[in-house]
């Protein structure tokens, strides 16, 4: 079975076998409450309901006006109780919309504000792009970008590949695997739907992890009918960061995306496996971008699993039903273990770009005792970049962030590969980090 790769990366236990398996299950927050972000992805938004407005499910709550905007709906019917400010992802407070779901809600939870449906072979390009935008669709693979955007590339490019990423490289993550699975109709419309628009085959690139999948897939494939354009099954080899637009766009057509250009400038698009469904919902039922699908995980939970939850369910709420914690929590991640953000708490919403939430024992995150850099160069090999993190790191701390960035650090994805490597436990990513921000604050004066 051929493989296609990238060079560097890292090889981490994947830890997948957790909650690989597990059903996809439908949870509603334990208190009937959402705490909704005004601004999920793109420019920020402004609140379009005040407090004590009853709103329905899939109703606009939150726009903007830019073009990098991208609308936020109601995820549950009920009443606007605040507009407030919460703690997210990243440990920001951000201001926020909490809605509680009405009393007489078994009667009112199926009322829902969703769009008309739209036949997507005989709509336009930019019938399909506004649909997506008005769906509030952002990419579902942790960065958010708002997918309306990548789609409105100018019209002077030529689009070669659309890729599904289906790699889900980050350790423990299985919800992409789960919806592959169970859902693979809705994955192969809203593919079928995103080629209509860029007019070109879709390569599905699937990690050999999950290479159990792939007579599923092509049995699927094979069903369809006029098709427009070729789709098929890819598979990448088991290695972080795989998912990594960049490197899988190396990976499989053998491009480089050069420094500060996009994938559309390499004839790509890339979509998630996720995003793709809530395409083919959007276009097919009317239906925004509200609910979210994750992986709940790690070795301090003893009852991972796969679920959807409305956007705005607090991950709080959902314990200890279902969720189950032993005593041994030692860390919580939103997100992955190599690009996730700590948690101070499990007060914190669910969000568009929310993969996974873990909870880690100690052993699973050990505390680093950091040391002298042995110039090893073990970072270098590392990095999927193909950059100088030894390097770029020294630049910073001796304040010569300029030549930190002609040497690349703007290209860092910030994935942790060198930081995972590092036998003195330096750590790298947040360094540049740091080094990334001076160089906005510079650019913002």
């Known amino acids: 079975m051929k493989t296609y790769t990238f060079k560097g990366g890292i090889h981490p236990n994947d830890a997948k076998e957790r909650s690989r398996g597990k059903p996809i299950t439908n949870l509603f927050p334990a208190n009937k409450t959402v705490t909704i972000p005004v601004t999920m992805g793109g ?65 009112e939870r199926e009322h829902t504000s969703y769009m008309e449906p739209i036949e997507p072979m005989t709509a336009t390009r930019e019938q399909l792009i506004a649909r997506i935008h008005d769906a509030g669709i952002t990419g579902m693979g942790g960065a958010s970008f708002p997918t309306h955007v990548k789609f409105n590339y100018p019209p002077t490019a030529k689009i070669e590949h659309l890729i599904i990423n289906a790699a889900e490289c980050e350790p423990y993550l299985t919800i992409d695997e789960s919806i592959l699975n169970e859902r693979a109709d809705r994955v192969l419309d809203g593919i079928r739907i995103a080629q209509h628009i ?12 999950k290479a159990f999948l792939l007579d599923s897939l092509n049995a699927k494939i094979a069903e369809l009918k006029d098709l427009e354009h070729k ?47 809530a395409i083919s919902e959007a276009v097919r039922l009317g239906k925004p971008l509200i609910d979210r699908p994750l992986t709940i995980s790690g070795d301090a939970c003893s009852t991972p699993m ?23 929590v030692a860390k919580i991640l939103s997100g992955g273990p190599m690009m996730g953000m700590s948690m101070q708490s ?14 880690l ?42 030549l930190a960035k002609a040497k690349g650090l703007l290209d860092c994805i910030e994935c942790g590969s060198c930081s995972f490597v590092c036998p003195s436990d330096i750590p790298l990513v947040q360094t540049f980090k740091v080094g990334k921000k001076i160089l906005r604050d510079q650019k913002g004066k």
Do not use: W
């Open 231 to 277: 789709i098929e099954v890819c598979i990448v080899k088991t290695k972080y960061p795989q998912g990594a637009e960049k490197n899988l766009i190396t990976a499989l057509t053998k491009k480089e995306v050069p420094s500060g250009s996009l994938p559309f400038m390499t004839g790509c698009i890339i979509c998630n496996v996720g995003t793709t469904v």
């Open 43 to 107: 420019a920020p938004n402004t609140p379009t309901v005040k407090v004590g407005d009853k709103v329905i499910r899939g109703q606009i709550i939150a726009n903007g006006t830019g073009p990098m905007s991208c609308p936020v709906h109601a995820s549950i019917t009920g009443t606007v109780k605040k507009i407030t400010d919460h703690l997210v992802s990243g440990g920001a407070e951000v201001p926020c919309i909490v809605i509680e779901e009405n009393k007489d809600a078994p009667e």
């Open 346 to 359: 499990a007060d914190f919403p669910v969000v568009k770009g929310t993969s996974g939430v873990l909870f």
């Open 306 to 328: 796969n679920i959807i939850v409305p956007i705005g369910t607090l991950v709080g709420d959902l314990i200890p039903d279902p969720i189950q914690l032993t005593d041994k």
């Open 361 to 402: 024992t100690k052993k699973e995150a050990p505390v680093p005792r950091t040391m002298p850099c042995i110039s090893c160069g073990m970072c270098i090999n590392a990095c999927p970049m193909m950059l100088t993190p030894v390097s770029m790191r020294r630049d910073i701390d001796a304040g010569d962030v300029d």
């Open 198 to 209: 860029v007019q070109a085959p879709a390569i599905i690139a699937l990690e050999k992890n």
